[in-house]
């Protein structure tokens, strides 16, 4: 008799409800490309058929020129990520302990920080020239201001109690920073990361574009240019990848779930 009162557990779903969306969207959209490359709407090769983009994504993954723009990108943006994310980090820190400061100049960062920063592109040039320099410096005036703004922001956020008990034990600032406010403001300061990240990204692919001899954004604007729009889509499609990939790390390591199942 107690084997019949017992409740049998409801078996679990093979795919979350979010993951079959997901797929049923990358479905739906990878069936209206190839209608549309089908279709003959648009100029040939325009939009390529499926099997011929994956040709040339072998292709490029096979080239080993491709490697090396790779390297010259991601080395442009590393640095660039460095430089304007330790500065952002510590302008953020600065306004957000300051309330002076924070309102004499922090509605500047929010003025200049959606102004698209390829405008800058001409001064950068003559400051640091035509070579990697100018590319750099693009990535980090791209990602300086989102850092800043959330290190600002995580700064008014934490406790009063946790930064009063730092100075009760007569921290110094340097150890304010990495045992207080650093691990107090640590969501903040990731999504800051993660959003000065894309934005660098753009940043400095878009400098490549205008003039430079190579990496992944030079790659793209030849493709483009030479009408191989194959190569230019298989190019797109790994510096998305790539771009999903790196911010995904970069949220597991700051502990933050990215990508919701």
Known sequence: ???????????APLLAPVTLVRVAIIAAVLVIWEAVAASGLLFRDVVPSLLVIARALVELLADPSYYFNLGVT?????TAMLIGGLAGL???????????????YEAFLYYLGPTPKIIFFPV???WFGVGPG???AMGVLSCFFPVALSAAAGMRGIDRVLIRVGKSFRLTTWQMVTKIYLPAMRLPVINGVRLGLGVAIIGTLLAETKLSNKGIGFLIIN??????MPRMYALLIVLFVLSIGVNALVGRLGGVDTIRR
């Open 1 to 11: 008799m107690a084997e019949t009162g017992r409740l049998t557990a409801p078996a």
């Open 124 to 126: 950068m040039i003559m």
């Open 90 to 104: 510590a302008v953020g820190i600065l306004l957000g302990a300051n309330p002076l400061l924070a309102s004499a």
């Open 74 to 78: 991601a080395g442009e943006i590393g």
């Open 134 to 136: 100018s590319k750099i």
């Open 223 to 228: 493709a483009y240019s030479t009408f191989n």
